[in-house]
């Protein structure tokens, strides 16, 4: 019954991710990206520096934002 009411709750959110199904798997592995070079780059004095590092390893046609 708990199962029940809960699939009940959500079932809006559920149906749409058919309607409208997306992959978060590229964001997930620039994030990845991202932590490993903080893991390498520990001791840059800056972030500009850390930026400059960054952007020439991201090689999709997507933009960072922010």
Do not use: W
């Amino acid at each position: 019954m708990k199962f029940a009411r809960t699939l009940q709750a959500h079932c809006e959110g559920i149906l749409n991710g058919y309607d409208h199904p997306f992959s978060t798997g590229p964001l997930g592995g620039t994030n990845s990206k991202i932590k490993l070079l903080q893991r390498q780059a520990y001791g840059y004095r800056d972030l500009p520096f850390f930026k400059l590092t960054l952007l020439p390893r991201h090689h999709t046609p997507h933009a960072f934002v922010g």
